[in-house]
C-alpha cells in the first residue's frame, strides 16, 4: 500500500510504453456522496491515479475552474476528515492509487502526524502541496514519510537548475512538472521552452516526470509526453464534471493515452 502501490502501478504503465494519465478533480464537488463513483469512472477510464483535490478557500495554485470547484465543495462541507472517512469507506474495492492535493494550512492544522496517519488509514497513496518551500517541509515531509506516503513535489520553470536538481533528487511517486507560468486552467497552446523544461527534468529525475497545467486536450496530453512520462489534467476534467459529461471525460483519458474511440 502506500507510496509501493503508486510507484508500481507507474512502473507497469511505462513497461507497456504507455503515457501515464492523472486526472485531477475536487473532492465535494457533486458532493461527497458522487465520489466513489466518480474514482470508479477514472479508473474505468484507463487513469494511472487520480488526484484528489481537497477544497481551500486561499488556493493559490489554482484557476478559476478549480476555483470555483472548490468553493462548491466547501458549500457542501467538505473537510478533510470528510474526504478520509469517505476513501476509508471504499478503499477495500478500490485499486487505482489516490494523491490528495492540499495546501499547507489545513493540514498544519489537522496536525502532521494525525493527517498522514489518517491519509494511510484512507488508503491514500500520495500527497501534493504546492504552497510549502523545500526549505520548509522537513515535519510534513517526515509524517508522510514514517507513514509511507509519496510526497510528490512540484518543480517550475522559474526555478534555477541547483534548485530543480533537489527538488527532483527529494521526489518521490513522480515529480509534478508545472509545465507554465500561472495557476492551473486552459492553455491555447505551451511554449517551446516548457519541453526543454520537461526533456531537462528527465535527465534529473529517477521518478517519472508528468506535466501539468493547461493541458485540455488529448493532443496537447500527447505532445506533452514524447518529452516526459505523461500528463496530469485538471481543470477540464473538472468542468466535464460539473457538465455531467461522462463520456466527454472517457474520450478524453482514452485518447490521451493512444485508444481509439469509436463514436
Known amino acids: 500500500m502506500g507510496q509501493e502501490k503508486l510507484n508500481e502501478r507507474l512502473k507497469v ?10 486526472p485531477y478533480m475536487m473532492a465535494g464537488d457533486g458532493g461527497i456522496d458522487n465520489l466513489s463513483s466518480r474514482i470508479d469512472l477514472l479508473e474505468e477510464a484507463g487513469a494511472s491515479a487520480i488526484e484528489l483535490g481537497i477544497p481551500f478557500s486561499d488556493p493559490v495554485a ?3 475552474v478549480i476555483q470555483d470547484a472548490g468553493q462548491r465543495a466547501l458549500a457542501n462541507k467538505t473537510t478533510i476528515s470528510s474526504v478520509l472517512e469517505a476513501l476509508e469507506k471504499d478503499k477495500s474495492h478500490r485499486n487505482i492509487p489516490i494523491v490528495l492535493m492540499t495546501y499547507i ?8 502526524e494525525e493527517f498522514a496517519r489518517d491519509c ?3 488508503g491514500v497513496d500520495g500527497v501534493i502541496i504546492p504552497d510549502i518551500p523545500m526549505e520548509e517541509e522537513e515535519d510534513v515531509a517526515s509524517s508522510l514519510n514514517n507513514n509511507d506516503i509519496a510526497f510528490i513535489r512540484l518543480a517550475a520553470m522559474t526555478s534555477t537548475e541547483d534548485r530543480l536538481e533537489k527538488i527532483a533528487k527529494r ?5 509534478y512538472a508545472v509545465s507554465v507560468t500561472g495557476t492551473t486552467g486552459e492553455r491555447a497552446k505551451h511554449e517551446e521552452n516548457a519541453f526543454h523544461f520537461l526533456e531537462k527534468l528527465k535527465q534529473m529525475s529517477h521518478v517519472p516526470v508528468l506535466a501539468g497545467f493547461g493541458i485540455s486536450t488529448p493532443e496537447r496530453a500527447r ?3 514524447v518529452a516526459c512520462d505523461g500528463v496530469v489534467v485538471g481543470s477540464k476534467i ?8 461522462e463520456e466527454g471525460i472517457m474520450s ?7 485508444f481509439e474511440v469509436i463514436k
Open 13 to 22: 504503465e511505462m513497461e507497456a510504453n504507455r503515457p501515464i494519465f492523472v
Open 62 to 64: 489554482d484557476g478559476p
Open 105 to 112: 494550512n489545513p493540514v498544519w492544522k489537522y496536525g502532521f
Open 120 to 122: 494511510s488509514q484512507a
Open 171 to 175: 521526489s518521490e511517486g513522480f515529480l
Open 223 to 225: 505532445e506533452l509526453s
Open 238 to 245: 473538472v468542468q466535464l464534471f460539473e457538465q455531467g459529461d
Open 252 to 258: 478524453l483519458i482514452k485518447e490521451s493515452i493512444g
